[in-house]
């Protein structure tokens, strides 16, 4: 395994299309079909980002050393999905359109079923409370100056992720799994 991390919250449907961490050639592919999902990329998006994908109904997800966040509403709603880069960068691209945005650490875009992206914008304390509320993770604790080389957090779930990339913006905790399987 690359340890990669990823949390599911209730009512999620995720699938394993693709994943191969061994040999000269790594990928992943995973997709997410409904429900909220929160991801930390692991050796294979350091080593082969261009090989590491995530889709969900409307858009596929480029990585560069990432934590993603998302909500991918079900198949039968017109709703838009939601993609959060909570740290490093990614690209949202349509999968109707072919359009791609950018996104930076601490930014959010809306991808429609048959349209492209909205410009991504800056999060705001609220996105990330509905995010971290939606994937049934605690809220972070109060912001504060980070401890000088340590990481401290409390686990309560079933594994944890050690990651090089900094905190997402608005959330201090890593990701937790919450769920090991896809349903």
Not at 143 to 156: K, L
């Amino acid at each position: 395994t690359d340890k990669t991390v990823i949390t599911l919250g209730s009512e999620s449907h995720f699938s394993v299309a693709e994943y191969l961490s061994e040999g000269g050639s790594p990928k992943a592919k995973f997709k997410f079909n409904q429900g909220v999902f929160k991801t930390i990329t692991g050796q294979i998006g350091k080593t082969a980002p261009e090989n590491f994908t995530l889709e969900t109904k409307t858009a596929t997800i480029g990585i560069r050393g990432t934590v993603i966040g998302g909500t991918v509403p079900p198949p039968s709603s017109p709703a838009p999905d939601t993609i959060i880069c909570l740290g490093g960068r990614i690209t949202a691209t349509s999968l109707k359109t072919g359009v791609t945005v950018n996104l930076p650490t601490g930014t959010i875009t809306f991808v429609p079923v048959s349209g492209p992206p909205a410009p991504p914008r800056q999060t705001t304390p609220q996105d990330i409370a509905q995010f971290n509320q939606a994937l049934g993770t605690p809220p972070p604790p109060p912001s504060g100056p980070p401890a000088s080389g340590s990481s401290s957090s409390q686990s309560s779930g079933s594994s944890s992720a050690q990651s090089d990339n900094a905190p997402a913006q608005g959330d201090a905790t890593p990701a937790q799994s919450n769920n090991s399987g896809s349903q």
